[in-house]
């Protein structure tokens, strides 16, 4: 990873923050993004870029500054948000919110960064989407639409941008320890779930971002168009 310049978008907190930090660690230059002030995060990135990927204009600015930018190798999609509800609670606001930052994000910053990898002769990027792409249960319809969304968006864009040498793949994690499974799961429940997990745990969020560099690093030259589950077994049981 050593020179390699690499964006990690929601680098401030949880598999984000532990995707930028291993980047970080072997040497990239990491540009991590977060909706708060940079001054308030840790040094696990070279740079900080302020985005609100719910907002409109923020997104349009952000996606123009990407643009401009001096391109990317490597571009993690991972900021993301989860909204538990029934169907016949989900309002308008609901259904936009996830999809604008679980999906409309990626898709548009995948626009503004791939020109450059295309003309930098190859890049590699991974969208982290959620078991909950492949499997679902109640109350998880507007994750489990936005993020089956990416892994199709990863698909068809593998097709596209392979001819150019971009690798897109998605990495969908099962439960793993951050503040987004704490705010969705009471204590009860996350014990519950943790012993119907074959490895009978949560993953770290190392073990996610060990993966993530894997894909993104040049020991990945043929996988593309793929969606690692990096669940410890839960959803094949
Ligand atoms: P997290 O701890 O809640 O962190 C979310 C990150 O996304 C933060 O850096 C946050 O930035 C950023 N973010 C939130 N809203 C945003 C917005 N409106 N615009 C731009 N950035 C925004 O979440 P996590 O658990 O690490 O999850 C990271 C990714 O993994 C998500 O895509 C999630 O769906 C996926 N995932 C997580 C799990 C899990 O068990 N944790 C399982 C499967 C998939 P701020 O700090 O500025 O708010």
């Excluded at 969908?172 to 429940?189: C, H, K, W, Y």
Aim: overall charge neutral.
């Amino acid at each position: 990873m050593k020179g390699k310049r690499v964006l990690v978008t929601g680098a401030s907190r949880g598999i984000g923050q532990g995707i930028a930090r291993l980047f970080h660690e072997r040497g990239a230059f990491v540009v991590g993004t977060a909706t708060s002030p940079p001054e308030v995060h840790d040094g696990c990135v070279s740079e900080w870029m302020r985005a609100d990927f719910s907002e409109d204009l923020s997104l349009k600015e952000f996606c123009s500054q990407l643009s401009l930018s001096e391109g990317f190798d490597v571009c993690v999609n991972n900021a993301g948000i989860n909204v538990i509800k029934p169907l016949d609670k989900v309002g308008d606001a609901d259904y936009q919110r996830v999809h604008k930052i679980d999906l409309e994000a990626p898709y548009k910053i995948i626009q503004a960064v791939s020109k450059g990898m295309q003309s930098r002769g190859g890049g590699k990027i991974v969208n982290v989407a959620s078991i909950w792409s492949c499997i679902t249960k109640p109350q998880r319809s507007l994750y489990t639409s936005a993020k089956s969304g990416l892994v199709g968006m990863t698909r068809a864009l593998a097709v596209e941008l392979a001819p150019s040498n971009v690798l897109i793949n998605a990495v969908s994690p099962g439960f793993t320890l951050t503040d987004l499974t704490r705010q969705s799961l009471s204590e009860a429940q996350a014990q519950e779930l943790s012993a119907m997990v074959p490895l009978g745990r949560f993953a770290q969020v190392g073990e996610i971002a060990r993966v993530v560099h894997f894909l993104c690093s040049e020991e990945n030259t043929y996988l593309t168009g793929q969606n690692l589950v990096v669940d410890g077994g839960f959803s094949i049981v």
